[in-house]
């Protein structure tokens, strides 16, 4: 099965800093993609690739930005980091093309902005 | 542009019983539905998507285009069943856009 990982269970980070939330998947898929997960608001999409060195905004993407040097790993960055985005992350990734295609999610970083 | 909506934060029914979480979406090109669910302490994974017309641990969807619905029932609800369910539209370039999540807890 696919495996996708995420480097962090848990992160606490304090208001200003430069944050970095790293995934990687195993099964050679093309997508990839970073959510987060919030009560009440479900699963929002903020930023996704296609291909390495390529990356697409997703709905919420303001106070990200992300990095995809390699295939198999997908950066996920805040720049400087606010409480506001003291959430849950989930990194996932699928094959692509098209729609209709499983996303597989990894584990989820729980981060706290102080 | 997309949307869907998942009316019901939580839902309690007791084991046996039938339960119904309801997903209503719009958009104007031809959807690709999906439900997700994530157990206490698991990571999200597919349930089951419209397109394989299946039933995956006696949950069934059906795709209504003309009511915008894809609601996932059971006829009888087990304890296991308990978890946060997510429903999901598939639009253009694989991305999906999800609902807000229906917390599911089945009552023994």
């Known amino acids: 099965d696919v495996k996708v990982t995420q480097s962090s269970r848990y992160l606490v980070k304090r208001t200003g800093e430069k944050v970095f939330l790293e995934c990687v998947q195993d099964?050679?898929?093309?997508?990839m993609f970073w959510y987060r997960q919030d009560p009440g608001l479900g699963l929002r999409l903020i930023y996704f690739?296609?291909?390495?060195?390529?990356?697409e905004k997703g709905d919420i993407p303001e106070g990200y930005s992300v990095s995809r040097e390699k295939k198999e790993r997908f950066s996920l960055i805040l720049e400087s980091a606010s409480t506001n985005q003291t959430s849950m992350y989930l990194c996932?990734?699928?094959?692509?093309?098209?729609?209709?295609?499983?996303?597989?999610f990894g584990p989820g970083t729980r981060l706290t902005v102080l | 542009a997309q949307r869907v909506t998942q009316p019901e934060k939580l839902l309690s029914v007791f084991k046996g019983a039938p339960v119904e979480l309801k997903c209503n979406y719009s958009?104007?090109?031809?959807?690709?539905l999906f439900w997700y669910v994530q157990y206490s302490r698991q990571r999200l994974q597919l349930l089951l998507r419209?397109?394989s017309r299946e039933s995956i641990k006696g949950f069934t969807a059906d795709l209504n285009k003309g009511e915008t619905s894809f609601h996932l029932k059971k006829p009888f609800a087990q304890e296991e069943d308990s978890a946060m369910y997510y429903c999901?539209?598939?639009?253009?370039?694989?991305?999906?856009?999800f609902g807000e999540g229906t917390q599911l807890t089945v009552n023994p």
């Open positions: 099964m050679d898929h093309e997508n």
């Open positions: 958009y104007s090109g031809s959807p690709e």
């Open positions: 419209h397109i």
């Open positions: 999901a539209l598939g639009t253009s370039g694989s991305r999906l856009t």
């Open positions: 996932a990734s699928s094959l692509s093309p098209g729609t209709g295609i499983r996303q597989f």
């Open positions: 690739s296609y291909d390495v060195k390529m990356k």
